[in-house]
């Protein structure tokens, strides 16, 4: 057992003899050309399978201000380059900013009247249906006022406005007094919308604000309308407050009775400089958006804000129509970052 461990503790011996002299005579060698060696250029990197770079610069650094992802003088890169961060943009404009809310409402007929008799009796004909369209004056109905034992001439019931017939309230053979609605009429070609808003958003309202409604017959499209009535008085129980809307456009799609989804203006800022809020951020504490220059690169510009919607701001102060701010892609942006806007 001796006998090994002798034997490994010369060869570790050896070993180190044989590296220390190889390390002594490494200079020696180097001196006489035995071994070559190469090291970089001062101040430069070494390229790989080449000789050194000259100037401090890495191999394939840019070394001026060309397009095709070079930089330009002072360090900013160059507008039109690889580098530019693709955004959406908005070109401020003058234009009407309105605030919305969302109600119900009840499509009725602007006039509506329920013819009634003259005297008490039974109906002994009715002259039309539902549906048709009489004038004024038009006999609709006939009424018998006869009693047993007594006979007299039967009572014309006319209609006291031209309209259409919504409803025919009674049936030949009923017993009618002058208190007896016979028939509905109402005038189909203005149609009202009838809605209830919250007391919170009654502040502002006045007549003429407009609206836009929208019906689950018709999916695609809407229709426009205008407040055209407001109830002077808060309802107690509910605390709403009565609107009228008079719908603007004039169509034989839109029927009584029809309940509407309406997306009511409660303020409205007329032309204003105006800007999608989503190009607006916060940037400390203050409203701020990025403005694009002339040569592509942006710019912080704090901005003073007016009427506010979901969908569009006014701008009462740091921008000027004609301006263009990024709307998408801020989160990517600093001062002076190159842009590119795409759609």
Known sequence: MNKKIDIIIKLVISAAIIVTLAFLALPVLQKQGIIKTSAPAAGGYQSAGGPPQSGGAPSGAPSGGKPGGSAQSGGRPAAAGVNAQAVKAYTASISTVSKYIK????????????????????????????????????????????????????????STISGTVLSINERIGDKVTSNTSIITIGDLRNLKLVTYIPEKFTGNLKTGLPAEVFFAAFPTESFNAKISEISPVID?????????????????????????????????????????????FQYYGRDTVFVIKADNTVEHREISIGLESAEMVEVTGGLSAGETVVTEGQSILNEGSAVKIVK
């Open 236 to 280: 107690p129980t509910s605390r709403t407050m009565e609107v009228t809307l008079q719908i603007s456009d004039r169509t034989n799609k839109i029927k009584t009775g029809m309940f509407a989804s309406i997306k009511l203006a409660t303020e409205q800022a007329i032309g204003v400089v105006a800007i999608p809020a989503a190009a607006v």
């Open 103 to 158: 109600v119900n409402g009840d499509v009725l007929t602007d006039v509506e009247i329920d013819i009634y008799p003259d005297v008490s009796g039974k109906i002994t004909n009715l002259n039309t249906y539902v549906g048709d369209y009489v004038t004024k004056d038009e006999i609709i109905a006939s009424v018998d006022p006869s009693l047993p034992g007594q006979q007299f001439s039967i009572s014309p019931v006319y």
